[in-house]
């Protein structure tokens, strides 16, 4: 497990201590040549949830609800494994992790406020469902 280089901004000035962030690199699957049997790509991000002081109280408990099934324990974790570099591999998991985390911390969308159909535009719908009804009708009256 190391540290990465600086805090990773989740959103605004809020950002997690390197020393929260939890890093663990393993051998990538798939193809790859020699090169792949020998170094070690495949990075998993961990971030303790429950126990950190570095997000608001607030965000904290909106993400530990949002994120209940992807917690283990009260930490997420986060795989990056496409790219051929270890380097590349951390940036696309703190990239990840910081993502995840500010949608799980957003407010709650304004609740809606209930509106009605015009009745301008009702009507015009229904002029138009009659006309073309009768049209309808129109065709298959006729006996041939």
Do not use: C
């Not at 790509?41 to 609800?65: G, H, I, N, S, Y």
């Amino acid at each position: 497990m190391y540290a990465m280089s600086g805090p990773l901004v989740v959103r605004g000035s809020v950002s997690l201590p390197e020393a929260e962030l939890l890093w663990r690199f393993s051998r990538s699957s798939g193809p790859g040549g020699q090169h792949v049997n020998t170094s070690d790509t495949q990075v998993e991000l961990r971030f303790d949830l429950a126990r950190t002081e570095a997000l608001p109280e607030v965000w904290k408990r909106r993400a530990l609800e949002r994120l209940a099934g992807r917690l283990t324990d009260g930490v997420v974790t986060v795989r990056a494994s496409e790219h051929r570099s270890q380097w590349r591999n951390r940036e696309a998991a703190a990239v990840r992790l910081a993502a995840l985390l500010a949608e799980a911390t957003a407010p709650p969308p304004a609740p809606r406020r209930p509106t009605r159909v015009p009745r301008g535009i009702n009507e015009r719908r229904l002029r138009e469902k009659k006309r073309r009804s009768e049209t309808k009708r129109g065709r298959s009256a006729r006996d041939w």
